[in-house]
T-cell receptor
Framework: DQQVKQNSPSLSVQEGRISILNCDYTNSMFDYFLWYKKYPAEGPTFLISISSIKDKNEDGRFTVFLNKSAKHLSLHIVPSQPGDSAVYFCAARGNAGNMLTFGGGTRLMVKP | SQTIHQWPATLVQPVGSPLSLECTVEGTSNPNLYWYRQAAGRGLQLLFYSVGIGQISSEVPQNLSASRPQDRQFILSSKKLLLSDSGFYLC?????????FGSGTRLTVV
């Protein structure tokens, strides 16, 4: 049973527009949520996180929103840039220590 | 500073051959260590994690094994590779909330 799901395997956005990546979870015990960005043939890199006690966290062009009642989080990238083209993974912490549960990833393509 | 090293970057191995991938962490002690695999077009699958020397937990039954002979060393092994073992293998450690990943190993079993 997947506890963290990213239902959109891919997303295509025009440069300068907003990219919205979504993630749903089922475990209400998760206490931290994170987004990672991954380029081909590289390890994922941390992008932004949010604690379960908050509903929004912003870092430059990246904003993560958390809706606990809906068990849903989203990553907004504004404005989108071609360099943002990558696979984005959402992850949640809470099952055992610092262990993360990852979603299946969403491939974002930002067209120039 | 804390860094994670993973090698080799790429590997092409014949079916039935053994495998050894190594991961080391610098600048910290007693880290939690993880091995993940990303198969082509798929998400990140947790293979093994370790909270200390000699302590290995396996998440999925498979053709692979892991060992932690030293505090900051984590090794992924196989005695006989299968075609289905092909993928991108990632080592990670958790410095706090979240993981820091190594650069990955692209394994192709032919």
């Amino acid at each position: 049973d997947q506890q963290v799901k990213q239902n959109s395997p891919s997303l295509s956005v025009q440069e300068g527009r907003i990219s919205i990546l979504n993630c749903d979870y089922t475990n209400s015990m998760f206490d931290y949520f994170l987004w990672y960005k991954k380029y081909p043939a590289e390890g994922p890199t941390f992008l932004i996180s949010i604690s379960s006690i908050k509903d929004k966290n912003e870092d430059g062009r990246f904003t993560v929103f958390l809706n606990k009642s809906a068990k849903h989080l989203s990553l907004h990238i504004v404005p989108s840039q071609p360099g943002d083209s990558a696979v984005y993974f959402c992850a949640a912490r809470g099952n055992a220590g610092n262990m993360l549960t990852f979603g299946g990833g969403t491939r974002l393509m930002v067209k120039p | 500073s804390q860094t994670i090293h993973q090698w080799p970057a790429t590997l092409v191995q014949p079916v039935g051959s053994p495998l050894s991938l190594e991961c080391t962490v610098e600048g910290t002690s007693n880290p939690n260590l993880y091995w993940y695999r990303q198969a082509a077009g798929r998400g990140l699958q947790l293979l093994f994690y370790s909270v200390g020397i000699g302590q290995i937990s396996s998440e999925v039954p498979q053709n692979l094994s892991a060992s932690r002979p030293q505090d900051r060393q984590f090794i992924l092994s196989s005695k006989k590779l299968l075609l289905s073992d092909s993928g991108f293998y990632l080592c990670a450690w958790s410095p706090g909330v979240g993981y820091t990943f190594g650069s990955g190993t692209r394994l192709t079993v032919v």
